[in-house]
């Protein structure tokens, strides 16, 4: 089965983490919500599956680009 990362789309704060390993998300679900310039940005998950890894907890600090987590 093929996996799939999810990616930070910017700089910011992780600010609610609404996913862990073993979840089940359907494709656009928000799995992580980040903060930047005063703004939260919901990230949605690009595929549906079962979330294999999470990389980030509630409070880091993120880069963009950053892998937040995998979902196979």
């Known amino acids: 089965m093929a996996e799939t ?29 980040i903060e930047s310039m005063k703004m939260e940005l919901p990230v949605p998950a ?10 980030v907890n509630e409070g880091d600090v993120v880069e963009s680009d950053t892998a937040l987590l995998t979902i196979e």
Do not use: I
């Not at 979840?23 to 928000?30: L, T």
């Open 5 to 33: 990362q999810v990616f930070s789309p910017m700089v910011g704060k992780v600010v609610a983490v609404h996913v862990k390993v073993g979840s089940v998300v359907k494709e656009n679900d928000p799995v992580v919500t």
């Open 46 to 55: 690009p595929v549906a599956g079962k979330v294999k890894e999470v990389f």
